[in-house]
Structures are given as structure tokens and as C-alpha cells.
């Protein structure tokens, strides 16, 4: 008698994971859409601070006028103030341009990344002068 040798069964194909396996995939977190707000309206940043003569260096990305309200915000800065002197080159001016670098006088002390923005108008609810009760 002969032995019949007994027929392999073909393997079945194992299909691969596209992922990597055992490493996590990372989610992009969505931005926060008041902090791109916070960027979009900024006037310029700060790129360098003199404190013996309380300076500040701005980049601006929109024009600047002297006299006009504007607000200092960053990680450990928040203070508002109205443009009294702005230079460029050590030659006063009264406007800016948008792509400027000029150096103005500040109040308090800034850091560099500081955003430049306009200053919050006041809201009715919000006024100094509330009608007394009584």
C-alpha cells in the first residue's frame, strides 16, 4: 500500500494594520479661537525693552497714532496707556506704518512676545459712573 502524503492547506493572509502597533497617535488639538483673535487684532509685538529709559521696541503689524489708547498683554504683563512718544531712529513722529519699528515710552515694564493691542472701549455696563442708590 502506498501513503497517500497529506496536502498542506495554503496559510491565510494576514492583513497589516496601517497604524504602528503599541505606539499612541497623536491628536491635533484645536486652537482656541480667542487666542487667535487675541493675535489677529494685535497692533504689534515687542521685540526688546530698555529699562533706563522705560522703552519699548514694537514691530508693528497695523499703523500706529500718537495719542492713541492702547494695552500691553502678556504671560506677566496687562496694563493699558495712551501713546505720548514714538521714534523711529531717534526722530520723533506722530504715525506709523504698518512693517515699522519704532520705539516707544511706556508706562511700566515690558517683555519681549508682549502683544500690542488696542485698548478696550468701555461698555455701558461697564462705566465708572453708576447712579447712586438711595
Same mark, same amino acid.
Given at each position: ?12 493572509? =494576514? ?6 502597533? /503599541? ?19 494685535? !497692533? /504689534? ?12 521696541? =514694537? ?6 497714532? +500718537? /495719542? ?14 495712551? =501713546?505720548?512718544?514714538?521714534? !523711529? ?12 519699528? !519704532? ?6 515694564? =515690558? ?16 462705566? +465708572?459712573?453708576?447712579?447712586?442708590? /438711595?
Amino acid at each position: 500500500m502506498a501513503t497517500r502524503k497529506a496536502k498542506k492547506k495554503p496559510l491565510k493572509k =494576514v492583513k497589516k494594520s496601517k497604524k504602528p502597533v /503599541g505606539r499612541k497617535t497623536r491628536v491635533k488639538k484645536k486652537s482656541a479661537a480667542k487666542g487667535k483673535k487675541r493675535k489677529s487684532a494685535a !497692533i /504689534g509685538v515687542v521685540t526688546h525693552y530698555f529699562p533706563n529709559v522705560k522703552a519699548a521696541v =514694537v514691530m508693528l503689524k497695523k499703523p500706529l497714532v +500718537v /495719542g492713541e489708547e492702547v494695552k500691553f498683554q502678556g504671560h506677566t504683563t496687562n496694563f493699558s496707556q495712551k =501713546v505720548t512718544s514714538m521714534q !523711529i531712529n531717534h526722530r520723533p513722529l506722530q504715525r506709523a506704518k504698518k512693517g515699522d519699528e !519704532i520705539g516707544l515710552e511706556v508706562n511700566e515694564r =515690558v517683555r519681549e512676545h508682549d502683544l500690542l493691542l488696542p485698548a478696550e472701549e468701555r461698555l455701558a455696563s461697564q462705566s +465708572v459712573n453708576r447712579p447712586s442708590v /438711595g
